[in-house]
């Protein structure tokens, strides 16, 4: 029985081993059914309107809500937000380069290099301290790092590319 066993545990990591890392097998995106609230363009591989994929806030919450509390410079104390990984955002549509330009409703912009997305589990925050940030308190989406797991973090470079009020990622 345990030759069977290993036999199909070569035959599954061969398998495993063929699929192209970067390769997004039959993902589908379905259309945003609210007001979308994030659009990603770019170097992409998965989209579901011209050329993008869009979001709205329903669609995020389902690719599943990670907590993170962490101290800012825009808030006094430690701070609970929530949100998604966008690591997970950035598999979900098959995004290839090396950076994203980052961009508010406002228009500020900002380029985040793709690696930090894997390096330090950036969160896009929906909510702070359990409350949908609105617009005007840095919403309907925020770029958080986990700013207080290194102390590297803790610096102008990485507080600038922590947009806020994000409405779109261009992959680059």
Excluded at 56 to 71: A, F, S, V
Aim: net charge negative; aromatic share 8%.
């Amino acid at each position: 029985m345990s030759g069977i066993r290993g036999a199909l545990a070569l035959a599954v990591a061969l398998m495993l081993l063929t699929i192209s890392p970067g390769h997004v097998q039959d993902q589908q995106l379905l259309p945003p059914k609210e007001t979308p609230i994030l659009s990603i363009e770019g170097n992409i591989r998965v989209t579901n309107a011209d050329g993008m994929a869009q979001f709205d806030r329903g669609m995020l919450e389902k690719l599943g809500m990670t907590t993170l509390t962490t101290t800012t410079p825009w808030f006094s104390g430690p701070v609970e937000f929530e949100g998604v990984s966008l690591k997970r955002i950035m598999a979900l549509v098959g995004a290839h380069g090396t950076e994203v330009v980052a961009i508010a409703l406002n228009d500020y912009r900002t380029t985040i290099p793709l690696e930090d997305f894997d390096d330090f589990d950036v969160i896009l925050a929906l909510k702070r301290d359990k409350q949908y940030m609105p617009v005007s308190d840095k919403g309907p989406l925020f770029v958080v790092y986990p700013y207080d797991s290194a102390p590297e973090l803790q610096a102008q470079k990485y507080y600038a590319r922590s947009i806020w009020q994000l409405s779109r990622l261009i992959v680059r």
